[in-house]
């Protein structure tokens, strides 16, 4: 945006961390996404923050996968992601792993366990959970706890060397029992999974939780602004804990707002199951609210990063509406976007004082808004033509300025016609709109003298190619989805994708995948990438104006 925004809460307290000196005043931060999905638009908001703030103050950002839980992490995923952010325009300082911390966070375990303050545990889950008590009654330790120091070191390395089942055991931090929170009642350290990692293969058989891997990994690389969203408020006492008792570089954990839309889920593992039930045609399906689904329905890089910046940065959760993404994607292509004719719904009109086999060709510039317009490219022209259906009415009200019996129009690029006459078939559907048309009313060159109120699009009969234009609406009903779970069978929008066959201009055969395309009247719309050379598909990536009621706010 141009004008300067006021700082958000989080550049106040890195300004005041660099006032004070902190840190030799550097700002590391990291990006940290577990490698079990495709990326959203609410990891853009954590990636534009984070990568964001380094810039803004010279810093640096490492890309981190979360990749301690062997089951769900797959290589695909790490590749998408990689992808993703580049795209986005981001720049890592290094890739790195949670998991190339493995041996380190081994050696941290053992330390702890050294200094009395962790030990290995025989319970269930079950009984753990009833030994941590509730909220407002303490825990009550098992005799595991008070195990001796030697014991701890030799059973964890057995965990470690293979010795034990799955959920055998489990190394606890010995923490506080009867702390209000309830994530300082002893948690877990590791737990033991026989399962193969996506990077360190069948080498370890036990696991960091997440607990006991995120703070160390931001210490390790000396991330000084640890961002992550609100629910891990509770989890930064025990972050600074081991910290503490590690002696490690002080990372510090600050907590934002998670980014919600409406009528979108904003989950991996929500995002999972559409795919998986087959709700979209995979994780980059144009309705998805995915980076991946997004860039194929034709968001740009710099329209998302525009949303970013205009949300903001808040403490409180928030429901963001759908209608400010697609206002910045617009905005953009506004200004951005070729101008094209497509026609989706199609009725021939037949100029009867054009002379028949005759032909030529008309021009119109790719794209007005930018000076010079960006070149122009041949229309031709010839008697037959398409225009759209809902562009023509037998009775026509006083304000209907398109076509209908005697009224004139122009057609873009070309000339004013005027309807003389109209065919119906025996179901009264219009099959042919007869006009003439005024050879002095050449757009560019109009000496008629004849003004008219209305410009439509059309394409010569032909001329014209055909081409799959699919139509994307919300993917859900509910305008709240945060809390929607499993069944989402009643909650998706039937109307989500239509896909239409449309005439379009012949020079949309030349179309290219990353280049926005206005369809004069139409709406937006960009190539897809199932598109043949017989085949074309267009994608609409949002109409010409917001189409949903609700007022969008300009932040
Ligand atoms: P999901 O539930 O979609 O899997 P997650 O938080 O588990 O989300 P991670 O891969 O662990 O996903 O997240 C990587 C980073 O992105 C974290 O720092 C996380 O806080 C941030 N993030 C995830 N979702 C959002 C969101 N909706 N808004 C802002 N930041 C988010
Ligand atoms: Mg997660």
């Not at 087959?278 to 968001?299: A, C, E, H, N, Q």
């Not at 710099?302 to 205009?310: G, Q, V």
């Amino acid at each position: 945006m141009s004008e300067k925004r006021s700082l958000n809460f989080i550049e106040e307290i890195v300004e005041e961390d660099i006032r004070n000196g902190k840190n030799g005043g550097k700002v590391f931060t990291r990006f940290p996404p577990e490698p079990n999905g495709y990326l959203h638009i609410g990891h853009a908001k954590s990636i534009c923050l984070n990568f964001g703030l380094a810039q803004e103050y010279g810093g640096q950002t490492n890309l981190r996968f979360d990749d301690t839980n062997p089951v769900t992490e797959e290589t695909e995923y790490v590749e998408s992601i990689k992808a993703d952010v580049k795209w986005l325009g981001f720049t890592w300082a290094n890739e790195l792993y949670a998991s190339d911390y493995f041996d380190l966070l081994y050696a941290f375990a053992l330390n702890l366990i050294q200094k009395g303050l962790a030990y290995v545990d025989d319970s269930s889950p079950e009984e753990i959970a009833a030994q941590k008590g509730t909220p407002t009654e303490p825990g009550t330790p098992k005799q595991y706890r008070s195990r001796s120091v030697e014991e701890n070191e030799r059973l964890f390395k057995e965990m470690h060397d293979g010795k034990y089942p799955d959920g055998a055991k489990v190394l606890r931090a010995k923490a506080d029992l009867a702390s209000p929170n309830m994530h300082m009642r002893d948690p877990l350290m590791y737990r033991i999974k026989h399962a193969h990692h996506h990077r360190t293969g069948n080498k370890w058989c036990i696991y960091p939780m997440y607990d006991f891997a995120h703070g160390q990994s931001d210490s390790i690389e000396n991330i000084t602004h640890s961002l992550c969203t609100l629910e891990f408020i509770p989890h930064r006492e025990l972050y600074n804990w081991f910290i503490e008792k590690l002696e490690i570089f002080p990372s510090q954990q600050y907590e934002f707002a998670r980014l919600n839309i409406t009528y979108t889920v904003m989950s991996k593992r929500k995002l999972l199951q559409l795919v998986n039930q087959k709700f979209v045609s995979g994780w980059d399906d144009p309705r998805m609210p995915t980076i991946s689904g997004l860039r194929r329905r034709g968001y740009t890089a710099a329209s998302i990063r525009d949303f970013c910046d205009r949300i903001g940065v808040a403490k409180r959760e928030n429901l963001i509406d759908y209608s400010l993404l697609e206002f910045c994607i617009r905005e953009e292509l506004n200004k951005t976007a070729w101008r094209r004719m497509a026609v989706l719904d199609p009725v021939k009109v037949v100029i009867t004082n054009y002379p028949e086999g005759q032909e030529e060709m008309l021009h119109g510039k790719n794209n007005p808004e930018a000076e010079g317009g960006e070149g122009s490219r041949d229309i031709p022209f010839s008697r037959e033509l398409y225009i759209e259906r809902e562009d023509f009415m037998e009775n026509a009200p006083k304000k209907f300025f398109r076509l209908g019996p005697g009224l004139m129009v122009r057609l873009k690029n070309a000339y004013i016609i005027q309807c003389e006459d109209f065919v119906k078939d025996e179901n009264g559907q219009i099959t042919e709109i007869r006009c003439s048309y005024i050879p002095e009313s050449k757009s560019g060159q109009d000496t008629s003298g004849i003004n008219v109120k209305g410009t439509i699009h059309w394409v010569s009969v032909p001329h014209a190619k055909t081409a799959e234009v699919r139509l994307y609406d919300r993917l859900f009903t509910a305008e709240d989805m945060g809390s929607a779970e499993g069944n989402f069978e009643d909650l998706i929008n039937p109307q989500s994708l239509t896909a239409v066959t449309a005439f379009i201009e012949p020079d949309l055969t030349q179309a290219e995948i990353g280049r926005g395309y206005q369809f004069i009247r139409k709406g937006y719309f960009c190539l897809d990438p199932d598109s043949t050379s017989g085949n074309l598909v267009f994608n609409r990536t949002v109409t010409l104006k917001d189409t949903w009621a609700k007022e969008v706010k300009k932040c």
